[in-house]
């Protein structure tokens, strides 16, 4: 039996438009009567007509709220999102980017309940790991407005979904290359963004921990010396780079969690060093590609940030045309670890 909104409103005793709200997951519903209009459509199996959906959908205009952070991975996350809107033939989508710096938690909260204010019909955020942030988002997904977490996530919060690298996952291949990188012995340095857990990139601090727990116990003649904070600053990223080098002569590793790459690559060559250090970083930025042909990076892990930009666009739009859900609560990008030998 083929039942039309109308019929779940009058089988449900209410209006059409409140289980449009449910078919959308929007506010304005108390549980009981959600729980209960849910309930007419499981049993009826009732599922939009896409056709339809489509038709109704294309004269208006969604407006998107990119939040992104001003890191290296900043342009490339752009790129994709606007792949991701030339993708969705048919649709006039505009876009709306906001940037932050590395730690302004404040600003991204701030930016967050702007849209709220603003009705934005989705948001796409690259979030800081900060309590604010988390229940700045929770207020938009209360305000009906799908929120989707790209290139970091942030635990605990009411986002859809988060798409980007498996952050613990990547933690055990830099481990596992770095320990044969090594042969199972030597020094270590890790460089991460900011080592305390507030106000930062959530994925960059279980790369870090993942990376140290894993040297622990699989190759415990490697001794991490140092982990040191970049805080995504080039030039701090540069000068602590450079004291690594002086304060551990024996040093035979640096594994970059974060950005900061090129300064790493400048300090290392500058010193010398190149052939004695080994590197292990993230992501396939064409200054990183270069890094690894001159032979001062041995390997990085790329993670696919152009996906990480178009596949936001394309959850959020398919949730508001057609009211589906993501598959998974996190979807991961494809981790592909590059080489000299590797690249064309």
């Known amino acids: ?28 519903v108390s549980d009981e009567v959600r729980q209960k209009v849910q309930d007419i459509i499981n049993k009826y199996e009732y599922t939009p007509n896409p056709a339809g959906r489509i038709l109704q959908k294309q004269g ?30 048919g649709f006039n989508i505009r876009i709306e980017y906001h940037i932050t710096k590395f730690h302004d938690a404040q600003g991204q909260a701030a ?43 942030i635990e605990g919060s009411k986002r859809l979904c988060y798409v980007g690298l498996d952050g613990a996952r990547a933690s055990r291949v830099a481990g596992r290359l770095v320990g044969q990188f090594l042969y199972g012995g030597g020094q270590v340095a890790i ?18 921990q993942g990376f140290t727990e894993f040297i622990t116990s699989h190759y415990p003649e490697i001794d991490i010396v ?69 032979g001062v990076i041995d390997c990085t892990l790329a993670s696919d940030l152009h996906r990480q930009g178009s596949l936001p666009v394309q959850i959020i739009m398919d949730y508001l045309v057609f009211g589906r859900q993501p598959e998974k609560d996190q979807i991961f990008t494809e981790i592909k670890i590059l080489v000299k030998e590797s690249l064309f």
């Open 226 to 294: 140092a982990c040191v904070e970049s805080f995504e600053d080039a030039s701090i990223t540069y000068e602590k780079t450079v004291e690594l080098i002086q304060q551990y002569p024996d040093l035979r590793a640096i594994h970059i969690t974060c950005g900061g790459a090129s300064e790493v690559g400048r300090a290392l060559q500058e010193s010398g060093r190149t052939q004695d250090i080994t590197v292990l970083s993230y992501e396939d930025y064409p200054q990183i590609l270069e890094l690894i042909r001159e």
């Open 191 to 208: 460089i991460s963004s900011a080592i305390d857990e507030e106000n930062n990139n959530f994925y960059v601090i279980i790369r870090e």
């Open 1 to 28: 039996m083929k039942m039309t909104i109308k019929e779940i409103a009058e089988m449900a005793g209410v209006h059409r438009a409140t289980v449009d709200k449910v078919l959308h997951n929007r506010v304005g």
């Open 111 to 153: 930016i967050l309940d702007y849209a709220v204010a603003e009705r934005m019909d989705g948001i796409i955020i690259n979030p800081i790991n900060s309590e604010r942030v988390r229940a700045a988002i929770d207020r938009a997904a209360d305000a009906g407005i799908p929120v989707v977490t790209t290139n970091s996530d």
């Open 60 to 89: 208006r205009v969604f407006r998107i709220a990119a939040i992104l952070v001003d890191v290296d991975a900043l342009n490339f996350l752009k790129e994709g999102i606007e792949q991701g809107v030339q993708e969705r033939v």
